[in-house]
């Protein structure tokens, strides 16, 4: 489906032609599309071994080009699995955007009926989060993240309340007001992915295997990648994670309006395009309520 205006037509007929041109010793391979929440990319899953993923719309590109730079320099450093890129496909007349084949990741996206032991979960993440902040700053990293909280009010606010059907309007506001009282990051920018949400973490045998979609990769404040103690845990998960990573208060109140600020967004957009991430965004809202 369709969730953006300006969207690629992709469909497997499209990988078949592109292959055919640019990769033709696989394009005898069976194609098959991928269920998934990304918003970003579509994929198809190719053979066995090999995935295609393909951006929706131009701005994808990026993305793309950010992650097969990174993600090379990134993966010796990791406690996780992430995403080997095989190759970088090229604009067409009736594919206009760049595009990458992928080692495939056995997984599938966090799901708490997927799991063993939310803690466990809770403190391999916290480690792969504190691996990532500990990485040497490269003088050509990108910046990462969003803007600060205040800078979001505006139209945090206005999609709370577009929101009201499905999440306490007025709690949610109220844990809005909370974060804006946490002072601005003006620290040291540190590695982060900077969408760290469920669909992007693999699970495996129980346990956290892997995680995907650096697409947002770069430097920035560290508070992006605490998103997870919401958007991903319950309590008990977020405790663990808060520990591994010893959180202090501001950091946390930051994280939480980040997590809040994308969670309310989400939820009028896609209302319609993509009812399951919607379903998660809500779960969020409700964690950061209950965490007051």
Request: net charge negative; glycine share 6%.
């Amino acid at each position: 489906m369709r969730m953006h205006e300006g969207e690629a037509d992709i469909e497997s007929t499209v990988v078949r032609r592109l292959l055919e041109v640019q990769f033709p010793e696989l394009a005898q391979l069976p194609i098959r599309p991928v269920e998934s929440m990304g918003t970003v990319n579509v994929i198809f899953r190719l053979g066995d071994d090999l995935c295609v993923r393909l951006p929706r719309l131009e701005e994808g590109d990026w993305s793309l080009e950010r992650e097969w730079t990174w993600l090379p320099r990134l993966a010796p450093h990791l406690p996780l699995g992430i995403p080997k890129p095989v190759a970088m496909g090229h604009p067409t007349s009736w594919y206009p955007f760049c595009w990458a084949i992928y080692q495939w990741i056995d997984g599938a996206p966090y799901a708490d009926d997927l799991v063993d032991d939310e803690c466990d979960v809770a403190r391999d993440l916290g480690r792969f989060v504190a691996a990532m902040r500990s990485m040497e700053r490269a003088k050509d990293a990108p910046r990462a993240g969003r803007r600060p909280l205040r800078e979001l009010d505006d139209v945090t606010r206005k999609a709370i309340k577009a929101a009201n059907d499905v999440i306490d309007a007025d709690a949610a506001l109220a844990a809005w007001e909370r974060a804006l009282e946490a002072p601005a990051w003006d620290g040291t920018a540190v590695w982060i992915h900077a969408d760290l949400l469920r669909p992007n973490l693999l699970i495996r045998e129980g346990r956290l295997s892997a995680v995907i979609d650096f697409g947002s990769v770069g430097v920035g404040d560290p508070a992006t990648d605490i998103i997870p103690a919401w958007s991903v845990f319950g309590p008990n998960g977020r405790e663990v994670f808060r520990n591994e990573l010893d959180v202090d208060d501001d950091t946390w109140n930051r994280a939480r309006g980040i997590a809040l600020h994308q969670a309310a967004l989400i939820i009028p957009y896609y209302r319609l395009t993509n009812p399951g991430f919607v379903e998660l965004a809500e779960r969020t809202v409700k964690e950061i309520i209950m965490d007051l």
